[in-house]
């Protein structure tokens, strides 16, 4: 199964945190044959990692590590580059959903998430918000049983 994964749920197997069970659940269940991430994904982990380190959630040799692996894991991901056709689409799913609080980052997940359409089963995410617009975009969200 390929599968897209959202950096908010990309970072639950990376560092324990609240629902990163059923993000582990969804590896364990099926086999994935790919895993997509937007390559706005490097910086928002990156991001993540070191906002951790600010609120002395975890150390920054825990960061250095985590950020390691994760470089090391890249390899086995593809990237969706972020060009004008991503951001011209986030650009019209603000004007769609930016009264209900999409936002450009967001905007630009969802995005990658649409051009993948075709070509991803499942498309994971742990933003409750996003999750509505991948779902009202017609995106598979949930495993089917």
């Known amino acids: 199964m ?84 991503v951001i011209e689409q986030a650009k019209n799913l603000i004007s769609k959903y930016g009264i209900r609080g999409l936002r450009t980052l967001d905007a630009i997940q969802l995005s990658c998430s649409k051009i993948l359409s075709k070509e991803v089963a499942l498309f994971i995410t742990s933003d409750n918000l996003l999750q509505t617009f991948l779902n009202e975009e017609g995106l598979p969200t949930e495993l089917k049983a």
């Open 2 to 85: 390929k599968i897209f994964l959202d950096t908010s749920s990309l970072f639950k197997l990376y560092h324990k945190e609240e629902h990163s069970n059923k993000i582990e659940e969804i590896f364990s269940k099926v086999k994935i044959t790919n895993v997509y991430l937007s390559e706005i994904t490097k910086v928002e982990f990156a991001s993540s990692i070191w906002k951790k380190v600010r609120t002395k959630e975890i150390s920054k040799e825990d960061a250095l590590i985590t950020m390691e692996l994760f470089e090391i894991d890249s390899s086995k991901f593809t990237f969706v580059a972020i060009d004008s056709v």
